[in-house]
C-alpha cells in the first residue's frame, strides 16, 4: 500500500504497519524504520476521524499484542526514537526538519499503539512488551536489558523540558506531552483510585525526580504563552520546487514512506476551528500537569508535582529557598495572572487556579494584592452566572475560589471600591454602574436561588452562604439592586418555610388521625409524634432544618452588615424597611430571637424616625433620613455577635472527588486523544 494510503481506513492493510505487527524480528538498525516513519500526517480533531483512527490502530495491536513478546518490534521501534532524540535539540537548532519529523512520527506511532496496549492489559502484561531482549544482531544499545518504560518516560521529559519550542518542533512537543498523559491513562481503567503503579513509581523516583521542577514549570509556561499551533505542514519535509521528488538527505536512502500524503484535508488545509482558536500545546500541558499533580502520595514519597506546585516563587521574590523543598523553582507571576485571567472559560483553567490559591501561599498573597482584581473575579462571577451552561464541578471550583478569596479582609473591602460599567453578560437588569462586590453579591445571590429551585445541593448553600457572610462586615455603598436581592431571597426563604411547615402539620395531622385537633408548635414536638411520620413524612421534617439554617445564616448576615458597617449601607436599610413585614413572623421564633434584635431594633429606630418626617416621602428623602439616623443610632445599642468567619477545608480524600474530575477533563479535552467510551470505568459519562 505504502504510498498509496490516503485515508485512515486502508492503515489495517499498510504493508508497513502490516511487517511492524507481524512475525519477523525488525532490528532496531534496519532500514525499514525510515519507511515506516517518512509519512505526513495531519492530526485529527474531530471525534468521528479520531474514532476511526483508534478502530484502525486496534486491528494492528492485536496482531502486535500477540506476536510482540517473541518479535520484540515495539521496544525496536521504541529504541529507534529514543536514538534519534539524543541529537533533537542540535536538529532544531539547525533547522533539521526532516530529522525531527521523522521523530515526531515514531513517537506518534508510540503513543497510538501505547494508547490501546493500556486500555487493553494490565500494568504486568505491558511490561512484558517492554522488556524483550534481542538475542543476536547489532544493537547500539548493547546486549543488556534496559528498563524501556522509564527509559522513554525519561526520554519525553527531556524533550519536553530541554527542546526549544519552535514551529518545527511544536508538534513532537505537543505528541511528548500527549504520550505522557497516555502512560498515566491506566486510571480511566480502573474505578478505584489507583494508588500504586509503575508509571507513578518511574515519575516520582529515580531519573524522572530531578526534572519534577522543570516540568512543572515547562508545562506552565506552555500555558501561559499559549502558543498556538503552526500551519498545518511546517513540521513536515517539503517536496522540492522542482517536483523532483522528496529529498531525504539520509546515506542509507528511504523507500517511499507509509503515508506520503497522508493527511485529513491534505497538508496545508485549514486547521480545524478548534486549533485555530486555542493553544492544542497549552491546553495538552494544562492537563498533564493536572494529572500530575493529583497523583496520590506513596507511604513513603509525598507526590513531587504537587510539591512542585505548592512552593513556586515570583521570579521577583528573592528570598532564599527552603531546603526541605528540594522542587520548588521561580515563574513569572505577572504572566501567569494573566494567563490564569484569560483562560477562565474552561474547568482545568478554573481547576488550576482553585489549586494554586489553595495549595500555594505565594500565589495567594500575589493574587490578592494586585490591584486589578476585577480581572480574575469577573470571569468566575460569570462561570457562576451561567450556571445552567456549566457541569456541576466547574460551579462548585469557581464558588471555592471565590470562598478562599473572601476569607481575606483586604479582598472583601477592595471589591467594593472598584467601580464596572456596563455589566453585559448580566441579563436580569441593566447595570450601568455597580461595584464589584455588589455584582458579586448579586452573582451568588442568583446562584442560591438557582440551587433551590433546580439542584437543591446543601453544599453549593452552604458555600454561597459561607462567601457572603465572609464580606458581609466589609459590605460598602451596596447598589440598590444588590440590597434588594439581599432581602428577596429572605422573602423566597420565607415562604418556602412556610410552605414546609405547613406540608409538616398536615402530614402530621394526617399521621394521628386528626384534621381538626390542636397540634403544639412544632419545636416542641415529642419524638412520639415524629414516630407517626412515615419515612417520607419525615422529609418535611428535613427539608424544614436546612431551610431555617439558611434562614439562620441569611439573618446572621444582614445582622453582620448592620452591626459592622450600617452607615455605609442605606440601601440596604431601605430595603430592610420597605419589606419589615418579612421579619416579624421571626421575630419570637426560638431559633433566631437572639440574631433578631438587632435587626428588630434597626427597622423600630428607622421607622420611628421615617413616621416623624411625614406620610409620602420620596425615595431621596426617605435614604437621606436613612443616612442622617446611621449616625444617630448609638452603636452600643446594637448586640455584639461573633464575626462571621468561614474557611475552606478540604474534605479527608479529596483524591476520590478530584482524580475522577481530571480525568473527565482529559477524556472530554485533550487534543487529538479517543478512547472508547465502553471502556472507561473511573466515571460514568456524564460525569464530566
Known amino acids: ?99 525531527i519529523w521523522q521523530a515526531h512520527n515514531a513517537l506518534f506511532i508510540i ?54 519550542l519552535l514551529d518545527i518542533t511544536y508538534s513532537i512537543s505537543l505528541e511528548a506531552v500527549t504520550t505522557l498523559i497516555v502512560f498515566l491513562s491506566c486510571q480511566l481503567f480502573h474505578k478505584e483510585i489507583v494508588r500504586e503503579s509503575v508509571i507513578h513509581r518511574y515519575l516520582m523516583h529515580g531519573r524522572c525526580l530531578p526534572y519534577t521542577s522543570r516540568l512543572v514549570k515547562t508545562l506552565l509556561y506552555n500555558f501561559i504563552r499559549q502558543e498556538r499551533s503552526p500551519p498545518p505542514g511546517t513540521h513536515v519535509f517539503q517536496q522540492q520546487t522542482d517536483g523532483g521528488g522528496l529529498l531525504y538527505g539520509i546515506a542509507s536512502g528511504v523507500a517511499t514512506g507509509l503515508w506520503t500524503v497522508f493527511t485529513l484535508g491534505g497538508v496545508g488545509s485549514k486547521a480545524s476551528a478548534q486549533l485555530e482558536q486555542c ?81 500555594n501561599s505565594n500565589v495567594r498573597t500575589y493574587v ?45 473591602r477592595s471589591i467594593h471600591e472598584v467601580i464596572l460599567k456596563n455589566i453585559t453578560w448580566y441579563a436580569e437588569r441593566v447595570l450601568t454602574e455597580i461595584s464589584l462586590g455588589s455584582l458579586l453579591i448579586l452573582v451568588v445571590i442568583r446562584t442560591i436561588q438557582y440551587n433551590m429551585t433546580r439542584t437543591r445541593d446543601k453544599y453549593l448553600h452552604t ?52 384534621n381538626d385537633s390542636p397540634l403544639p408548635d412544632y419545636h416542641f414536638w415529642e419524638m412520639s409524634d415524629c414516630l407517626h411520620f412515615s419515612e417520607t413524612k419525615l422529609i418535611h421534617a428535613q427539608d424544614l432544618n436546612v431551610i431555617e439554617e439558611v434562614i439562620r445564616m441569611m439573618l446572621e448576615i444582614i445582622n453582620s452588615c448592620l452591626t459592622n458597617s450600617l452607615h455605609h449601607n442605606p440601601n440596604l436599610v431601605y430595603a430592610l424597611l420597605y419589606k419589615r413585614d418579612l421579619f416579624e413572623q421571626f421575630r419570637t421564633h426560638p431559633s433566631f430571637q437572639d440574631i433578631m434584635q438587632n435587626i428588630d431594633l434597626v427597622i423600630s429606630f428607622f421607622s420611628s424616625r421615617l413616621e416623624q418626617a411625614g406620610a409620602e416621602l420620596s425615595v431621596e428623602r426617605v435614604l437621606e433620613i436613612i443616612k442622617q439616623g446611621a449616625v444617630a443610632l448609638p452603636k452600643d445599642r446594637l448586640r455584639k455577635f461573633p464575626e462571621l468567619k468561614f474557611k475552606y477545608v478540604e474534605e479527608e480524600q479529596p483524591e476520590e472527588f478530584f482524580i475522577p474530575y481530571v480525568w473527565s477533563l482529559v477524556y472530554n479535552s485533550a487534543v487529538a486523544l479517543y478512547w472508547n467510551p465502553r471502556d472507561i470505568q473511573l466515571f460514568t459519562m456524564d460525569s464530566g
Open 111 to 164: 503513543c497510538c499503539l501505547l494508547k490501546v496496549f493500556i486500555s487493553r492489559m494490565s500494568e504486568e502484561e505491558l511490561q512484558l512488551h517492554f522488556t524483550y531482549e534481542e538475542k543476536a544482531g547489532p544493537s547500539s544499545y548493547g546486549a543488556e536489558c534496559e528498563d524501556l518504560i522509564e527509559e522513554l518516560l525519561y526520554c519525553l521529559i527531556q524533550l519536553i523540558v530541554e527542546i526549544p
Open 279 to 359: 493553544s492544542p500545546l497549552a491546553s495538552q500541558s494544562l492537563l498533564l500537569l493536572l494529572v500530575l499533580a493529583n497523583l496520590t502520595d506513596t507511604p513513603d514519597t509525598p507526590n513531587p508535582y504537587r510539591q512542585a506546585i505548592m512552593s513556586f516563587k515570583n521570579t521577583q521574590d528573592n528570598t532564599a529557598f527552603s531546603s526541605s523543598n528540594p522542587h520548588a523553582f521561580q515563574i513569572n507571576f505577572n504572566s501567569l495572572y494573566t494567563a490564569l485571567c484569560d483562560q477562565q472559560k474552561s474547568d482545568q483553567a478554573t481547576l488550576l487556579l482553585y489549586m494554586l490559591l489553595h495549595q
Open 463 to 514: 458555600n454561597c452562604l459561607a462567601a457572603l457572610a465572609n464580606m458581609s462586615a466589609q459590605f460598602r455603598s451596596l447598589h440598590q439592586y444588590a440590597a434588594q436581592r439581599i432581602i428577596s431571597l429572605f422573602s423566597l426563604l420565607s415562604k418556602k418555610h412556610n410552605k414546609v411547615l405547613e406540608q409538616a402539620t398536615q402530614s402530621l395531622r394526617g399521621s394521628l388521625g386528626s
Open 368 to 412: 490578592l494584592a494586585r490591584t486589578d482584581i476585577e480581572n480574575l473575579v469577573l470571569p468566575i462571577l460569570e462561570i457562576l452566572y451561567h450556571v445552567e451552561e456549566r457541569n456541576s464541578h466547574h460551579v462548585y471550583m469557581a464558588l471555592i475560589i471565590l470562598l478562599i478569596l473572601t476569607e481575606d479582609d483586604g479582598f472583601n
Open 1 to 99: 500500500m505504502g504510498a498509496n494510503s490516503s485515508s485512515i481506513s486502508e492503515l489495517p492493510e499498510n504493508e508497513y504497519l502490516q511487517k511492524l505487527s507481524g512475525s519477523e524480528p525488525i532490528s532496531e538498525n534496519d532500514p525499514f524504520w525510515n519507511q515506516l516513519l517518512s509519512f505526513s500526517f495531519t492530526t485529527p480533531t474531530n471525534s468521528a476521524d479520531l474514532k476511526l483512527l483508534e478502530e484502525a490502530t486496534i486491528s494492528v495491536c492485536k496482531s502486535l499484542v500477540e506476536k510482540n513478546p517473541r518479535t520484540g518490534n515495539l521496544g525496536s521501534l521504541i529504541k529507534v526514537f529514543l536514538s534519534r532524540t539524543k541529537e533533537l535539540k542540535i536538529s532544531a537548532e539547525c533547522q533539521n526538519h526532516l530529522f
